[in-house]
């Protein structure tokens, strides 16, 4: 695939584009942490277009990157976490062929919870953060649903898109 | 969707209901204490029972007030442990990731048996 290149550039550039709307929306739950995990959307299409290797990459790429811009390190020690314990969840869960991408998004939804609520148990040295597991499951399944509600429509959309060698 | 898919939700919304249901059997505790902790150091155990306020390293302030422990105020950009829900039961935290400073509900080492032998 000969636009390899540019077609990374343009998914990471919208993965950065997402993240940057999802900081702008102004939303509390009252508990921390809680997003709709936009970005998430470039990587579980990334991760069906393309294969896990450059899924992992682009999700790399796009947490460093924002968590440069937007962030600080923390934010990027966090979502690290959280990316790539997703994305390995992900692509096992679509190596086994049982699961739709809605399957595999809320896996990876709630996963992306679990690893960032593992690195805020290390930081504050408690378990006591497991109080929030709950409330990020639930959370997680609502937003890997609507992620997984989205990657469906667009992967039907783009089909023709080939970025497979 | 696949059959999996609905499995793996429902997998997911019975853990957890079930983590919901534990918290809330652990119930109210009026002994309760308020154990905070600054990078994972204790700072200092308050009495829940007890309305006062509590000036944390001078970075924040929380409150205790009818039996229930808020912070009011941060010196963080995101004030995201100030936003946090005011906490009264067993087990309930706020947090504080930039200054890492952890309030918890601790009600389990005051039973009522020891209260009324005293």
Known sequence: ??????????????????????????????????????????IVIMLYKSG?????????????????????????????????????????????G?????????????????GQLVVAMAVVET????YYLPVLLIAGTVTGMLIGIVSNEVLKRIRRLNLQN | MKKNDFILIGIILVLAVSFIGYHFLKGK??????????DGKAYG??????????????????????????????DCPDKLCVHQKAISRDGESIICLPNKIVVTIEGGKK???DAVAK
């Open chain 1, 127 to 130: 378990y006591r953060v497991g």
């Open chain 2, 29 to 38: 505790d009026e002994s309760a204490e308020v154990v905070i902790t600054v």
């Open chain 2, 45 to 74: 155990t308050y009495d829940l029972a007890a309305d006062q306020t509590i000036n944390i390293n001078g970075t924040n302030t929380l409150v205790i007030q009818d039996g229930q422990a808020d912070m009011k105020d941060a």
């Open chain 1, 52 to 96: 896990p290797k450059d899924a992992l990459l682009l999700s790399v790429v796009r947490i460093v990157l924002s968590g440069f811009l937007f962030g600080n390190l923390f934010a990027i020690i966090y979502s690290l976490a959280g990316g790539i314990l997703s994305l390995a969840v992900m692509a096992l869960l679509k190596k086994r």
């Open chain 1, 1 to 42: 695939m000969k636009n390899k290149a540019a077609y990374f550039g343009v998914f990471t550039a919208l993965a950065l584009i997402f993240s940057y709307v999802e900081m702008l929306i102004p939303i509390q739950f009252g508990v921390p942490g809680i997003k709709l995990g936009l970005a998430n959307l470039m």
């Open chain 1, 98 to 114: 049982t699961f739709s991408v809605m399957g595999v998004s809320i896996a990876g939804g709630v996963c992306h919870n679990i």
């Open chain 2, 111 to 113: 039973s009522e048996l």
